[in-house]
Nanobody, 127 residues
Framework: QVQLVESGGGLVQAGGSLRLSCAAS????????MGWFRQAPGKEREFVGG????????NYADNVKGRFAISRDNAKNTVSLQMNTLKPEDTAVYYC????????????????????WGQGTQVTVSS
């Protein structure tokens, strides 16, 4: 059973930074693209960013591009989301997810392509 455990959420002032981490169980972490999603109260879950199996390709939602960065360490089975210049509208529960195994440079933006999800971590940005 795949387990994804997020950490690093919290309360931060607008303009600040947070780094989220996601630890994955299993020995085949590098076989799968990974992604981050978020869900704010009363809103649908939305794509934040994704990273390919070996980290060579990333993709971001337009509203976080230039502020957020995804990285992964396949030796440690972790994927991280560095969030800078945070805004109150970034307030949400953030989820990491594991995508379907595919070719090396695939990055998914649709939630339907992700098979396993973490429990989420709350990020709150105060104005």
């Amino acid at each position: 059973q795949v387990q994804l455990v997020e950490s690093g959420g919290g309360l931060v002032q607008a303009g600040g930074s947070l780094r989220l981490s996601c630890a994955a169980s299993g020995r085949t972490f590098s076989f799968y693209p990974m992604g981050w999603f978020r869900q704010a109260p009363g809103k649908e879950r939305e794509f934040v960013g994704g990273i390919s199996r070996l980290g060579g390709r990333t993709n971001y939602a337009d509203n976080v591009k230039g502020r957020f960065a995804i990285s992964r360490d396949n030796a440690k089975n972790t994927v991280s989301l560095q969030m800078n210049t945070l805004k109150p509208e970034d307030t949400a529960v953030y989820y990491c997810a594991r995508g379907r195994a595919r070719a090396l440079n695939v990055v998914y933006a649709s939630s339907v392509e992700y098979e396993h999800w973490g429990q989420g971590t709350q990020v709150t940005v105060s104005s």
